[in-house]
């Protein structure tokens, strides 16, 4: 009789030629903006009138002077025709036609902002609908921000760990624990700051 072992996730990763355990990295923003441009052919003042940036954002982000908000990466992913999850991606092989994506804990795209830590999640999925993502919200006060967080389309947040309090232009704020969520138009001005011990952990899915 023939006893077959049984593999291991590594082991079928080994020989299998579609399957790659790796560990993410942090995308270099400036570099893949430029490689973006270029490839269109795209002058920096094109860029910039497609995206509706002022030339001189595009050429700080692409010079890795400045570190652009979320609704800035908005419009830069609207002008190239993508998302925001497939802007940040590390370019890579060419995913298979099936629409089917795994981020396990902790190896989602980074990218880490003044006041959240966002972790974009099932990020080789390219021109989807909505982009998920786990945060952290380091923020303690609405005096944090420089001002409303504001970008198309609509978000839905849930309260994963802790608690945060909910800034928004036209509401008064509304606290929301573990559990809780909300849905909004995400033109409106927004924010979340953390009210908990330690820093709240939200999913967020914005879909532009």
């Given at each position: 009789?023939?006893?077959?072992?049984?593999?291991?996730?590594q082991?079928?990763?080994?020989?299998?030629?579609?399957?790659?355990?790796?560990?993410?990295?942090?995308?270099?923003?400036?570099?893949?903006?430029?490689?973006?441009?270029?490839?269109?052919?795209?002058?920096?003042?094109?860029?910039?009138?497609?995206?509706d940036?002022?030339?001189?954002?595009?050429?700080?982000?692409?010079?890795?002077?400045m570190?652009?908000?979320?609704?800035?990466?908005?419009?830069?992913?609207?002008?190239?025709?993508?998302?925001?999850?497939?802007l940040l991606?590390?370019?890579?092989?060419?995913?298979?036609?099936?629409?089917?994506?795994?981020?396990?804990?902790?190896?989602?795209?980074?990218?880490?902002?003044?006041?959240?830590d966002?972790?974009?999640?099932?990020?080789?999925?390219?021109?989807?609908?909505?982009?998920?993502?786990r945060?952290?919200?380091?923020?303690?006060?609405?005096?944090?921000?420089?001002?409303?967080?504001?970008?198309?389309?609509?978000?839905y947040?849930?309260?994963?760990?802790g608690?945060?309090?909910?800034?928004?232009?036209?509401?008064?704020?509304?606290?929301?624990?573990?559990?809780?969520?909300?849905?909004?138009?995400?033109?409106?001005?927004?924010?979340f700051?953390?009210?908990?011990?330690?820093?709240?952990?939200?999913?967020?899915?914005?879909?532009?």
């Open positions: 009789m023939t006893v077959k072992t049984a593999r291991t996730p082991s079928r990763a080994a020989t299998h030629p579609r399957i790659a355990l790796v560990n993410p990295r942090p995308v270099d923003l400036g570099a893949r903006l430029r490689d973006l441009r270029k490839a269109r052919h795209w002058t920096l003042a094109e860029a910039a009138n497609r995206t940036l002022a030339r001189s954002t595009l050429s700080k982000i692409e010079n890795r002077q570190s652009p908000t979320f609704d800035v990466l908005q419009k830069i992913a609207t002008g190239f025709g993508l998302d925001v999850a497939t991606a590390s370019p890579g092989p060419s995913p298979p036609l099936a629409r089917r994506s795994i981020t396990r804990q902790g190896q989602g795209t980074p990218y880490v902002m003044p006041n959240y966002h972790e974009f999640l099932c990020t080789e999925l390219a021109h989807r609908k909505f982009t998920p993502i945060t952290r919200v380091r923020a303690r006060s609405f005096t944090d921000f420089s001002g409303w967080i504001r970008h198309p389309g609509e978000d947040v849930l309260v994963l760990e608690a945060v309090e909910f800034y928004s232009e036209f509401y008064e704020p509304v606290r929301l624990a573990a559990g809780d969520c909300v849905h909004y138009d995400s033109a409106m001005g927004h924010a700051i953390s009210v908990s011990q330690k820093d709240a952990l939200l999913l967020w899915v914005s879909a532009a």
